[in-house]
Structures are given as C-alpha cells and as structure tokens.
C-alpha cells in the first residue's frame, strides 16, 4: 500500500511505517467507547472550598513558589482566528448589504466597544478614505468588514486569536497574549521570574514573538519581575495521515499522501520537552481585563496549592513504600489513593506495586466550573485500561450515544472543565516523568473533512487534556464562572467581562 515514495515522505516528518499502519488500522476499526461509572459531581469527584481552605492552599502554593521551585505558564496559542469570525465572513459573501442577522446588528450596533475599533477605524481611512461610521453612514458596511478581515486591513480572518486586540485601557489596547504575560507575572513568578511558554503555528512564529519581543519589556518593569518567554510549534512527527471513506490514504493531487495536524493532543510532546516542576496550562483566549483578574489570580493560587499539597503527601507515602511499610501504614496510603487522588481499585490487588503506579505518576488539578451550557469537556468516574475508576475529562464524541445512561450522566453533569490546568511533572526523587508514557492510546478519535471537494477522514490524537493525561493522577476542584470567559466569537468580545 505505501511506496518507496511514501516512505521518504514519511521518514521526513520523522514518523515510521509502523504509525502510519496503526493509524490506517485505525480508520478501519475506529476507537472504542469509554466505559462511565458517574458524572462528577461536589462530593463524588470534585472539591468545593470553603474560606479556610481557600486560605491555606493559597498560602501553600506561596510557600511553595519560595521554595525555588521553576513555574512555567504553558499557554496553547496556535489556533487561527478565523473561526471567531465565521459570521463576519458569512456577511461579506451574503447577497445583501446591510446587517440582517441579529449578530450583524449586534456587531455594528456595538462597534465602537471593540477594542480594535481604533485600529479597524485607521485601516479604513487608509484604504477607503473614510472612517468607520462615515462607511456606516453611505451603506458600506461590507467595507468596514472586510478591512477587519483581509491581509490588506487588520488581517483577523488569518491571525492566530493570541494577536487580536481583546481589551481596551487608557494606555493601549491589549491582546490575549500581552492577558496572558500579566497573569504569569501575577501568579506563576517564581524567584523573581515568569516563565511564559506559547505553541505558535509555524506561519505565526516570527510575528507572535515579534509582538512579544515589544510589550515584555513593559510588563516585566510594571511588575518588578524578568520574564523568559519561550516558543514551540507543533511537531511535524504528531501528523497524522488522512484516509479516504473506504480507509485507504488520501492522496494529493501528486499522489503523495495528505498529512493533518494531531490535535491539541499533539501538545503533550510539546509539554514534555518543558523544564519546570509545576506547569499552569490555560488556552489563549480565556483571559480577562485587569479589573477582573483577581478572582483569576486568587483561584489560580488555590488550585495550585491544592496540587503541591497532594504532591508533597504522595512524595511522603512514595518514600514510607521504599522502606517497607506497616499494614496500618499501607491502608493509610490506600485511603489516601482512594480518597484524595480518586482513584477506585474496583477488582485491582491493593499491594505494594498498585500503591506506586498510582502515586508516582503526573498529577494535574483541573478547575470545573458549574455547567452553563458552554462547550467544554466534562468531568466523570471513568474506567481505566487496567480496570480502575479514575477522574478524567470526557469529550462527547468519547462517549456512546446510544447508550441511553451514559448519555443522561453527560447531560445532565453538573459541570464542565475550561482547560484550567495546573500539573506536577516530576516524580519524587526529582526527575521528570516522560509524558507520553501515560497517553491512553484508544482515546483518539476520527472526523469527517473535506479537501478540494472530495471527502477524507482525519484522525486527531488522544486530546491534551483529554487521553493524552488518561493516566494522570486526576483531582476537580469547583472554581468560580467568572474566572471562564472564552472568546468564541467577535461578538463575545462585547460582554460585560471583556469590556
């Protein structure tokens, strides 16, 4: 089935044969539903606080920062704009002129709060002569989208989302990735420095660290702190082939075969070449304006306590296992597993070796936030591989739809996760686990594309935050909604929490 043609093409992403055969056999047998035990809920996998608690974990993650431990912010940056604006693009093909939906109205009703209303308003006396309202005023309102939208005006159709102004202040308008450098200086600076980490896509990379090279100097003088901002793309190793209905490659009009980036879940090989014992993972559009940061900042400490704190207890019990233990010693390490790290042995012998393999292991504590009919992944009890019940993050399309139960408990779950992260990476003796080691494998899945008209299925790898920490120790913790404001769409830029 592969030549000798697609064996170079192969080997020059630095992928082997053998994963080009898996991922075809793949397409071919699909990927098999997860197993539920429950929907998480307060009391049955997720924690919520209360003020003294609140108070010692955040006390916990500072004793902790002074202790010298390296703090990264490991933000996924590389996703396009171009969604964000969907609506816009819609309405610029549209064989009318004027604004007709609801989002239309809205978007120009409300024009002049949009952060980048000055700029978009400057890009248009350039290149049509008047501004914004006088475009407005004649019926070109097609004019004024478009100047958002083409490389000739503020070009957003085709930015990545970290680039677009989102916030307004007396001394500029602010983008998503400038958020994102106040919140590492505000929570994740350590020793006097804030390490800052942003997937770029390869197209982006020199502008993203163009426009950071400019605002971090302004930063880092604000809040009396260095910054070491780092850059990664995604590996060309994590593409993966497309199929074509039948489950053959898919080839390009020169025969060679059709590769697709992985997925965020590509994203694991890039944490794992990150140097830090404690990571912060937040997506890059998930920021709000300075007035609303503290609540950001307080549960971002809390949550980060709470992870240090199950660290330094399973550090202890991984050294009580190193000296031969007493059965009262065993059981208290058992509840612990149990109960703290929620992890449910089911049929599993509770000895020794189980004991380790739970505890030395990567621990992520994921913020949940109440459930509000958002896109988002949920938090359940689900089976493991090894016939455990653990907490993981489910995506709907990991779940059988057919199966009446499960999806009442994905429904009707109380809450969902908004990629707010905070994972320990480094086991007790010091020394980094090797994060791919502890991706669950069958928790891919496959989806129906497009390419030049003909229809192909792609497959997109186990998700970050999904399979790709399958085998994290897993622990929720209830946050406040407003510290999830996602920016969706243009419009969203216009509520309340972005103004």
Known sequence: ????????????????????????????????????????????????????????????????????????????????ASR????????????????????????????????????????????????????????????VVANMLKAEGLNYG????????????????????????????????SNGEAHVHFTVSHEHIAFFKQKVAEKADGFAKKYGIKYDITFSEQKPSTDTVAANPDNTPFREADGSLLFRPGGHGALIENLNEIDADVIFIKNIDNVVPDRLKPETVEWKQIIAGVLVTLQKQAFEYLRLLDSNPSEAQMAEIARFVEKCLCTNPKQNKVDAHYLRQKLNRPMRVCGVVKNVGEPGGGPFLTYNQDGTVSLQILESSQIDTNNAEYMKMFTQGTHFNPVDLVCAVKDYQGRPFNLPDYVDKTTGFISSKSKGGKELKALELPGLWNGAMSNWSTVFVEVPLGTFNPVKTVNDLLRDQHQ
Request: with cysteine.
């Open 158 to 189: 085709q930015l990545p989302k970290g680039m677009l102004l989102f916030h307004k202040y007396a001394e500029g308008a602010r983008t998503p990735m400038e958020e994102h450098l106040v919140e590492g200086a505000l929570y994740a600076a």
């Open 1 to 80: 089935m592969l030549s000798e043609k697609d064996l170079r093409q192969i080997a020059q992403r630095g992928i082997s044969e053998a994963q080009i055969e898996t991922q075809l056999n793949e397409f071919k047998t699909g990927f098999p539903f997860l197993r539920l035990e429950a929907a998480a809920a307060v009391g049955n996998g997720i924690s919520a606080l209360n003020d003294e608690e609140r108070k010692q974990y955040v006390k916990a993650w500072e004793d902790y920062k002074a202790g010298g431990k390296k703090v990264v912010k490991f933000v996924p940056a590389s996703g396009a």
């Open 84 to 143: 964000m604006f969907k609506n816009m693009f819609a309405f610029v093909d549209a064989d009318y002129d004027v604004p007709t939906t609801d989002f239309e109205k809205k978007y120009f009703n409300e024009i002049e709060k949009f952060a980048f209303f000055e700029a978009l308003d400057a890009v248009c006396q350039k290149n049509e002569g008047k501004g914004i309202k006088a475009l407005m005023a004649v019926g070109n309102y097609k004019a």
